[in-house]
């Protein structure tokens, strides 16, 4: 195989070379500098797809390198070699999904179109070669003779599966209409995302006079008239719902018409007018959904997405919501009379809205703890929070050291890389950070590998982690503080970070957070509990301008209002759990998809599911990426929840042992470094010594 691989590389390098002048493409070899991270400043928008042409072929020559070898199939010759196929398509894909989400400019977006379909298809090329999985199944079907052991039987269960899943089994027919579906999915699924970015930074609306601002926070302000300036509006403040100002807009705006403005700028992003409409998006990816799951034996693609994970059916599913939901709309009855009654009692007769919920929630809790986020804002700097919060929380727990890269390669000079060292000072991953907004970049916050872990050819190859966000801009001389709510963020996606980090998997296809999509929101969750803990929270939590570390009576006032206002947001991330069932839980026939109005079936499903009026789901289905510009969360957003109820759960561990318990985080690091090594519950109760309940979760959410 790595003769086959030097000579792909080695023409394709050639071919480009000749085809550019001096250009060589940087994806054609390999990276020089010392971890291998991507030269960001040396690929050009052309590199792309000659790049993605290569490693197709080099995957291909791979492929059939396995198909026909004559010696009896085996694991090495096999799954193995299946595993360590395309890593040049793998190299380029990674830095190009990066980019796509991160610094989607206009000239990504048209590389999407292109290159989406050329990935769709090898990938459905290669899951529907019959010599392929006959070698896979031959593997499978005698993996004691052979004498696997339990990791190699799991990756090659797991490939065995994938394949099936994807077509495998089907007759050449019903291939062809599955690759078709899977081709148009991939279109639709990017032309929904792109429309929820594009709505998102062209709906600008405007305030003209000062005295409409009262009440928000300077630095939103500043950042307001500084997008008017670029607007060509000098004099005047522009808004986007982009989340770091939608927030703060709903939160402390004291005038109700720019709350409404705003929350209603938001709750009909793509939903509105001809060009970012994303209906017609959800109708086809519903339709094409459910000939999807058809075509694999399912009855509805909610069947299809739930079946191989732990909940196993869509009933399942709904009954773990539900359970969760019923305690948490009566909590809402609650906080919106409490709402209601400060309204009241400040002279605001007017029955509150949706768009006042976050106002007032923020006035009651001022009153009931005296206690506000603008309280606490200029103790969370941003790099504070990095630096002396999610890194120092890691050398703690797992000994992990943090060293910033300041000339390493970077995609956007906001970038920030760091080598992590473990506790013997050797390397073990490359982590970067991207916080802040741009217009380029996708709404939400995430982890990604723009390399994973594995071993090739005896060699360790660690991997580089990266996490994304777009969080509180600085303004002026005034750098980034977070609110509350983003403090968390940080610490959660730093948790996926952590367990891509750590891994110590040797294969490729079990490594890291390769792992069922029940288990994986589990360690960012329960990283997020370490933000709390008074020695770290002290730690990263000093003014900006003083140094002084926060007070005591504000830590307490953190504590004590930590479930405060959490029927509401149980309620809106429930709810829009169950929004993505019922969409997909139904067998839809084209006449019925034809007919689709989308604002009336979220209304059918808040009636069914008795949702509170001033609540709204988390994401509306026209910019519910999670579910229609993805196939990761497709009918598989509850798996948060799922992960949630593992996350309570597990805590409590470090809650009885003590935060930085060793033996405690020794056990849970264990389950960080074995990937998907092993079922995922068995995995869990390794670590924790006991199935979970969703008695803690409960508890936690001031619901039980």
């Known amino acids: 195989m790595k003769k086959v691989l030097f000579t792909v590389l080695a023409l394709a390098a050639i071919v480009l070379v000749g085809c550019k002048g001096n250009h060589e493409n940087p994806f054609m070899s390999d990276y020089t500098n010392e971890y291998g991270i991507p030269p960001f400043d040396k690929i050009t ?44 398509l793998d190299k380029v894909s990674r830095v190009f999904n990066a980019l796509s989400s991160s610094d989607n400019t206009e000239e990504m977006q048209k590389l999407s179109e292109k290159l989406l379909k050329m990935l769709t298809a090898q990938s459905d090329g290669m ?25 190699q039987k799991r990756l090659t269960e797991k490939y065995y599966k994938e394949f099936v899943r994807n077509g ?12 078709e579906i ?24 405007f305030v003209e006079k000062a005295d409409d601002l009262k009440g928000l926070p300077q630095d939103v302000i500043d950042n307001a008239a500084k997008l008017a300036e670029e607007k060509g509006k000098k004099g005047q403040w522009a808004f986007t719902a982009t989340a770091s100002t939608r927030l703060a807009v709903l939160t402390y705006a004291d005038n109700r018409d720019l709350r409404r403005k705003m929350y209603e700028t938001y709750t009909t992003t793509a939903s509105h007018g001809d060009k970012w409409d994303n209906t017609e998006n959800i ?17 509805t693609y909610a069947d299809y997405a739930t079946d191989p994970y732990m909940a196993k059916t869509p009933k399942a599913a709904e009954d773990l919501l539900m359970s969760l939901f019923r305690p948490a709309i009566k909590k809402v009855d609650e906080e919106v009379a409490d709402m209601q ?3 009241t009692a400040h002279g605001d007769t007017a029955k509150i809205e949706a768009c006042d919920y976050y106002y007032y929630a923020e006035k009651v809790k001022k009153e009931k703890f005296n206690f506000s986020e603008d309280d606490v804002r200029p103790y969370f700097a941003l790099d504070s929070v990095v630096k002396n919060g999610i890194f120092f929380a890691a050398n703690k727990l797992y000994g992990l050291t943090f060293e910033e890269l300041p000339d390493a390669p970077k995609y956007n000079p906001q970038v920030k890389v760091y080598d992590v060292k473990d506790a013997e000072g050797k390397h073990l991953a490359i982590f970067m ?36 966000a777009s969080m509180t801009p600085p303004s002026g001389d005034t750098p980034s503080l977070l609110t509350w709510d983003e403090v968390q963020t940080v610490f959660h996606e730093f948790g996926h970070a952590l367990h891509g980090m750590l891994t110590r998997v040797q294969y490729r296809g079990l490594a890291g957070t390769n ?125 948060y929840l799922w992960s949630q109820v593992l996350e309570a759960d597990g805590y409590m561990a470090f809650e009885k042992a003590g935060c930085f318990d060793k033996a405690t985080a020794d056990a849970f690091r264990k389950l960080l470094e074995s990937g998907d090594t092993m079922d995922p519950m068995e995995l869990y109760i390794q670590f924790r010594g006991q199935a979970p309940t969703s008695d803690a979760l409960l508890r936690n959410r001031g619901l039980k």
């Not at 380029?440 to 580089?464: D, H, L, S, T």
Request: one cysteine or more; hydrophobic letters at 40%; aromatic letters at 12%.
């Open 433 to 468: 950070t991207d916080y802040l907004p741009r217009p380029v970049k996708a709404q939400g916050a995430w982890m990604e590998a723009m390399q994973e872990a594995y071993n090739y050819g005896g060699e360790n190859i660690r991997p580089i982690i990266y996490n994304v």
């Open 182 to 205: 899977n081709s148009k999915l991939g279109e639709y699924k990017l032309k929904f995302g792109n429309n929820v970015m594009h709505d998102m930074d062209n709906c600008v609306f």
């Open 283 to 299: 109708r086809n990816i519903l339709l094409l959904r459910q000939q999807k799951a058809n075509l694999l034996g399912f009855n």
């Open 127 to 151: 899951y529907m070669n019959e010599g392929l999985f006959a070698k896979v199944k031959s593997v499978m079907d005698n993996a004691d003779k052979l004498g696997l052991d339990s990791i």
């Open 341 to 343: 009654a400060y309204a």
């Open 45 to 88: 928008y052309a590199d792309y797809e000659p790049a993605v042409k290569a490693g197709i072929e080099e995957q291909n020559a791979e492929i059939d390198s396995i198909i026909k070898n004559t010696a009896e199939p085996n694991f090495e010759n096999t799954i193995l070699a299946l595993d360590n196929s395309g890593r040049t």
């Open 515 to 639: 792992t069922d999509r029940d288990l994986v929101e589990m360690p960012s969750q329960i990283n997020e509990h370490w933000a709390f803990e008074p020695e770290v929270l002290k730690n990263y939590a000093r003014h900006y301008k003083t140094g002084e570390v926060i007070p005591d009576s504000l830590v307490q006032k953190l504590n004590e209002s930590a479930q405060f206002n959490m029927g509401f947001m149980t309620t809106e991330l429930v709810g829009a759990a169950l929004l993505d069932m019922y969409w997909h839980m139904k067998a839809w026939t084209p006449e019925e998809v034809k007919n689709i109005d989308v604002k009336a079936f979220e209304q059918e499903v808040k009636n069914r599911i008795n949702m509170p009026a001033l609540v709204e789901f988390r994401y509306r289905s026209p910019y519910f990426k999670h579910i229609f510009a993805d196939d990761q969360y497709a009918c598989g957003y509850y798996t």
């Open 168 to 179: 495998a089994l089907l007759d050449a027919a019903k291939k062809d209409s599955l690759k």
